[in-house]
């Protein structure tokens, strides 16, 4: 057994019999608490086969504290932290485990994934309800989750304009044209001298100080948004794929030449597919920064909808609620975007070992 897991089970008990010796003199959840404790003693020595009952502890835990009265006490705190733990072991547990299959190690990370974000909203669930945080500062997970289903009509149109014709649109154009950049980069040793220095130095400016100046040249539709997505994506995807056009080695490309293959033929043939890891790279880092950029541009003007405007309009009427879900649906929409290049990344570079290790 590791350090960290025999310091968390001790913990653990520590917490279980402050829990227990609580339950004596506090209301009628205390009962069902101190069994809880006594339970948590007797799964101390728990090994990876153990984690769905650790699990049901820490879900009979969660819904003891979000059942518990207001005001809190000491007690529902330390029942708090005592699910808290309970949800961590489980995690370790299930971490611990080893598995041949590679779809049960994928099911493993999905799982301990899904477990560490259901406590994350738990804990901020019980922590708003338990402190009566207001919900200007910090609205919780249910009230946001009540507003997002009651405005699919809203979020979804927000998404529209902004993700759909703004960041894709971007997203296309700009790294469409840095690859071609890329390619004349590579055919033109004075570009390479006089480009990229031009280009670090153009990534370098805040977007803050690009987006209104945008905004002004193309408008406050979508196009003004794309065009801030544009600026935003193009350089570093042109950096990743100038360094991958050199990816392929002199033998290589010596080969290429033997076999009379002419500029053209030995870029389609071998210097793009070499290039591909570092292309995936960039198009990788370009989907957070297309996000970023399509809400950002929109607070210094859009139209009637789109998530920056949306996010904007609600702070202003301490509508936090409907910010949250506004992230929400950007945080989503972004990770999608993310995985489904990760996937497009995997079946074209599968060659690559950093794809073969996985």
Sequence with gaps: MTGPAVILRGVIGL??????????????????????????????????????????????????????????????????????????????????????????????GLVVTLIFGATVLWLWEAVVRGMEVSAVILPAPSAIAARFAGSVDVLWGDFLQTFVKGALSGYAMGCGAAVLTAIAVDRSPFLQRGLLPVGNFVAALPIVGIAPILVMWFGFDWQSKAAVVVVMVFFPMLVNTVEGLKASDAMQRDLMATYGAGYWQSLWKLRLPAAMPFMFNGLKIATTLAMIGAIVAEFFGSPTQGMGFRISTEVGRLGLDMVWSEIAVAAIAGSAFYGLVAMMEKGVTFWHPSQRRR
């Excluded at 069994?35 to 820490?58: I, N, Q, S």
């Design 15 to 108: 917490v279980a019999l402050m829990a227990a010796g609580l339950a004596a003199v506090s209301h009628q959840i205390g009962v069902a608490a101190g069994l809880l404790a006594l339970t948590v003693l007797v799964a101390m020595a728990a090994r990876p086969r153990a984690a769905l009952p650790v699990l049901g502890l820490a879900l009979l835990a969660a819904w003891l504290v979000l059942r518990a009265p207001l005001p809190w006490g000491l007690f529902d705190a330390s029942l708090l932290l005592l699910g808290w733990l309970l949800a961590w072991l489980t995690v370790a547990l299930v971490a611990e485990a080893r598995f041949v299959s590679p779809a049960a190690r994928r099911l493993q």
